[in-house]
């Protein structure tokens, strides 16, 4: 009997109701070719949560989300919480807890540079070709788990940094399978010289990395691997850090590859998978039709591939952006002064360049 697979539509705020749709277009789309039964539910969360139900993550959300194979997220956000610091329930408030409840611990952002685009980013094309990084960022601990707070009557303020041993235990047998299965070279950043969570990764990174003899593990402190990472991209591989350095790192990366539009993350754990695009909710440009829906469409292709094990299905995707890209259109992100106005595309009409290449 042929499985249905159930996928829960996770649209968010902003531009990421506008990129999931086109999401959620490819899926549809792979699910006709290859003949695939594919079930779609639509779930809240963040600030459209927040106006319907009080909630940035309504139970019934995340009970879908349970229940599903995989999820396809867009993001949260608005700007009415960036202004309002004292804002007692925010939208980041639902992606941490969703990232909690699912026990999503491992964040896996691909960094894919595509020659077509090698020009739209700031760093030289010949620094930036042949680079090809896989980002693991530990996602459930770390300075926005652990203890914090107001003293002083409020004018001192703190955020605890904490990690324990399985935290990092558990990603670090992620990257480096994912090594054994690339250029088998890991790099954990941290900053042991000075932090004593960080002594404590570093000591179990060390004893993991044991049981992968082939691999080769090279540590560097996160100020040192920002500045090679712009210096010398190509010295990257798989690329292990918790989630404070991570965040920081993977959106640094996106400039390598030209534009956060571009470029997709998984969320993994050891039950469902989730898959967004690592752009925010970018409220500047919501209902414009301008946003790059390339990175969900990306998101797409590593559902396929991470949750459901369709290689093949996510290569076709993957191949349609290529081609997307290698017949000239773009988006005006990814559009540079040589691109005519005819082949600079909306949201919508991109998503469909793509639907034809696959």
Do not use: C
Not at 32 to 48: L, M, P, R, V
Not at 98 to 124: T, V
Not at 152 to 175: P, W
Not at 331 to 356: S, W
């Amino acid at each position: 009997m042929k499985k249905t697979y159930k996928i829960t539509i996770l649209p968010g705020d902003g531009i990421g109701q506008e990129v999931t749709r086109e999401g959620k277009k490819v899926l549809e789309k792979i699910a006709a070719k290859f003949g695939h039964t594919f079930e779609f539910d639509e779930a809240t969360i963040g600030h459209a949560a927040i106006e319907a139900t009080g909630n940035p993550l309504p139970d019934e959300s995340l009970a879908k989300m349970k229940a599903s194979d995989a999820i396809l997220f867009g993001a949260v956000g608005h700007p009415k919480y960036d202004n309002d610091p004292t804002a007692k329930v925010r939208p980041e408030q639902g992606l941490l807890r969703m990232r909690k409840e699912l026990g999503l611990y491992a964040n896996l952002r691909p960094i894919k540079l595509f020659d077509e685009l090698l020009e739209a980013s700031s760093i030289k094309p010949e620094v930036l070709r042949g680079s090809d990084i896989l980002f693991f960022r530990e996602l459930t601990g770390d300075v926005y788990f652990g203890e914090r707070g107001r003293k002083d009557n409020g004018d001192t303020a703190y955020d605890t940094m904490i990690y324990s041993r399985y935290e990092v235990e558990r990603i670090a047998h992620k990257a480096f399978k994912a090594a054994m299965t690339r250029k088998k070279k890991v790099m954990s950043v941290d900053k042991s010289n000075v932090l004593e969570s960080s002594r404590l990764w570093k000591e179990v990174v060390n004893e993991v990395a044991k049981q992968y003899p082939e691999v080769t593990l090279e540590h560097q402190f996160i100020d040192a691997a920002a500045m090679l990472l712009i210096k010398n991209p190509k010295a990257f591989d798989v690329v292990l850090t918790g989630n404070l350095f991570g965040d920081i790192l993977t959106d640094e990366a996106s400039q390598i590859a030209g534009s956060m539009g571009m470029l997709a993350s998984a969320s993994v754990g050891d039950t469902v998978g989730l898959y967004e695009p690592i752009h925010g909710s970018a409220h500047d440009i919501t209902g414009k039709g301008v946003a790059n829906p390339l990175a969900s469409i990306l998101s797409a292709a590593l559902l396929l591939d991470i949750s459901f094990g369709m290689k093949e299905e996510a290569d076709t995707v993957i191949k349609a952006v290529e081609q997307t890209l290698k017949a000239g259109f773009r988006t005006r992100d990814i559009a540079d002064a040589n691109t005519p106005a005819a082949n600079i595309l909306n949201t919508e009409t991109m998503g469909a360049k793509v639907l034809e290449f696959i």
